[in-house]
DNA sequence: TTGTATGCGTTATCAT
DNA sequence: ATGATAACGCATACAA
């Protein structure tokens, strides 16, 4: 052992993983880290798999059309297993996922197939509870700002924000439907494209937080709405930018931590009964966090504020 | 070929490894995730080493402490290289990394030693700069809201302004410094802190934007002053949030896509040249983007923004 | 308990 | 050009 110190040995675990057929590497495929929500979680994820001694090898993706590449790449390394947040909208991706008999655990992904499972965000539950919050605030004018088409959560959750509008009693005829990137340029040019088409909306429901930043300031900026004194805001994901004081933003809070243990859970599960494909679907609640961006916190009314 | 692809082969790239001596993984060291500025660089690292033909190991490390296991392990999978986004503060981690006779790629991190290339933002000369646009806006109780200690990049931030301000002629007396942790909270902490002391800055550089936002909105909330009407601010980093338009925040942008482009060339000179350490130093120029906390975008003067 | 041979799936070398 | 074989470093199984 001494000598082993001495010569800065350390096992190697290359010809294990040969031996074994387990590399205890999992491929963790994501894309829009410029979104807080995916940065952080990813960071939750590393950690978890850490903690289960798993290593994680990283694979950012653009669209779908790397993914392929990128799949092959991970499966050379013979990774135990595939953990992605990306919202696997199309049903070749899930083809080409099945056909690698390997583990997959899926984020806020509807698209199911054998070896893959998924923990989602109770997506649909939080759209209606999104429009119970806007009715409450008395809102006759809601706008629902989806996400990108692609992105199931996101259909989810208008869904979702529909079926609760109607069930307050509102007519689903005076829902105005924008649609978005997810990113903060993309919620302030919703508003912008609204302004042009002279709709003035008294309650706002947008499909992630960034996008809602983007509302809040154009509201202020394009047509002088305040909120939450003229129009309630609401978004998805509590980043950390929600809690920021000039945005003080009411969200949806998606308890990564334990969507995370879950999915640790999922993969514990598939890797114990290796060879035998797992196919199951978590669904977690998520909390509703209101702030002043709806009256809640209270401080976007205080007095020091211009 | 076709009984190939119809048996779903695919090569195996860990014999590859064991044979060649080298992995085509790199080990990715990070923390501060939660801050969009590594969230957003470590996107761009992630694709470039990908172009490159290497895969991530990534490795997410919250303190020194994890940080030596973590590098046992990563070396047990004979990763080729190391490029790590941590300050680097003490001697013992850099003899750590020194020991693996790995080639090690560092940003914004002044320790140095054989095996260890850093690439860094000029940090000493943007605190100049940033001075010298305080001066410029005739402010006379200026505030340096310092990383913590152990952040070398802040530190020379820290020098660069107090030089700067020297060579404006300010007397340094009148500079007060006001330490934070890097956060948003750290930030509008901060201002509470100067507010309880009595002291009204007219201008703040802030070692990074997180905490620049926390200080535009704590003068607002705790001590009524706008930005840039009573207090011009600038930050460090150029997150996403610096050009929402509610912080509209001057910042220094550290050009992170060159950064890493740096980075790849001392990689695969280090790979090159195998079994040789190497050791380089790379500065980058901060590129000042002045906007709306500084007067610069002059958007905060809008009249439609109350 | 300690020691020794074999195999993992490639790459590289050597012989044909 | 094509084909056989050793070697990478560890884990496993079996022998002593």
Same mark, same amino acid.
């Given at each position: 052992?001494?000598?082993?110190?001495?010569?800065?040995?350390?096992?190697?675990?290359?010809?294990?993983?040969?031996?074994?057929?387990?590399?205890?590497?999992?491929?963790?495929?994501?894309?829009?880290?410029?979104?807080?929500?995916?940065?952080?979680?990813?960071?939750?994820?590393?950690?978890?798999?850490?903690?289960?001694?798993?290593?994680?090898?990283? %694979?950012?993706?653009?669209?779908?059309?790397?993914?392929?590449?990128?799949?092959?790449?991970?499966?050379?390394?013979?990774?135990?297993?595939?953990?992605?947040?990306?919202?696997?909208?199309?049903?070749?991706?899930?083809?080409?996922?099945?056909?690698?008999?390997?583990?997959?655990?899926?984020?806020?992904?509807?698209?199911?197939?054998?070896?893959?499972?998924?923990?989602?965000?109770?997506?649909?539950?939080?759209?209606?509870?999104?429009?119970?919050?806007?009715?409450?605030?008395?809102?006759?004018?809601?706008?629902?700002?989806?996400?990108?088409?692609?992105?199931?959560?996101?259909?989810?959750?208008?869904?979702?924000?529909?079926?609760?509008?109607?069930?307050?009693?509102?007519?689903?005829?005076?829902?105005?439907?924008?649609?978005?990137?997810?990113?903060?340029?993309?919620?302030?040019?919703?508003?912008?494209?609204?302004?042009?088409?002279?709709?003035?909306?008294?309650?706002?429901?947008?499909?992630?937080? %960034?996008?809602?930043?983007?509302?809040?300031?154009?509201?202020?900026?394009?047509?002088?709405?305040?909120?939450?004194?003229?129009?309630?805001?609401?978004?998805?994901?509590?980043?950390?930018?929600?809690?920021?004081?000039?945005?003080?933003?009411?969200?949806?809070?998606?308890?990564?931590?334990?969507?995370?243990?879950?999915?640790?859970?999922?993969?514990?599960?598939?890797?114990?009964?290796?060879?035998?494909?797992?196919?199951?679907?978590?669904?977690?609640?998520?909390?509703?966090?209101?702030?002043?961006?709806?009256?809640?916190?209270?401080?976007?009314?205080?007095?020091?504020?211009?």
């Amino acid at each position: 052992m001494d000598a082993a110190a001495h010569l800065g040995y350390r096992p190697n675990r290359i010809p294990a993983i040969m031996q074994s057929g387990r590399s205890y590497m999992v491929g963790v495929v994501i894309g829009g880290l410029e979104n807080p929500f995916y940065a952080t979680a990813l960071e939750r994820l590393a950690t978890a798999l850490r903690e289960s001694g798993l290593q994680v090898l990283l %694979m950012h993706v653009d669209d779908a059309l790397t993914l392929d590449s990128a799949l092959d790449q991970l499966v050379s390394y013979r990774i135990d297993a595939i953990v992605t947040s990306l919202a696997i909208g199309s049903a070749a991706v899930v083809r080409a996922l099945s056909a690698l008999r390997l583990p997959v655990v899926c984020f806020n992904s509807s698209r199911v197939g054998p070896w893959i499972s998924t923990v989602n965000s109770d997506n649909h539950g939080a759209g209606r509870a999104a429009a119970h919050l806007l009715a409450r605030h008395g809102v006759m004018r809601p706008v629902w700002l989806a996400g990108p088409t692609k992105n199931a959560a996101s259909h989810a959750r208008g869904t979702g924000f529909c079926t609760g509008l109607c069930a307050t009693g509102l007519p689903p005829a005076h829902l105005t439907t924008v649609r978005g990137n997810d990113t903060y340029d993309s919620g302030y040019a919703a508003i912008t494209q609204l302004d042009r088409r002279g709709i003035r909306p008294d309650g706002i429901f947008a499909s992630n937080d %960034m996008m809602a930043c983007g509302v809040i300031d154009a509201l202020r900026e394009r047509m002088g709405l305040l909120c939450p004194r003229d129009v309630v805001v609401a978004g998805y994901d509590n980043i950390p930018q929600a809690a920021w004081r000039s945005y003080d933003l009411t969200s949806f809070d998606q308890h990564t931590e334990q969507m995370v243990a879950r999915a640790m859970g999922l993969l514990d599960e598939a890797l114990g009964t290796k060879d035998t494909p797992l196919s199951r679907t978590h669904v977690i609640d998520a909390q509703l966090i209101e702030r002043g961006s709806t009256g809640g916190g209270g401080r976007n009314d205080d007095p020091a504020i211009p």
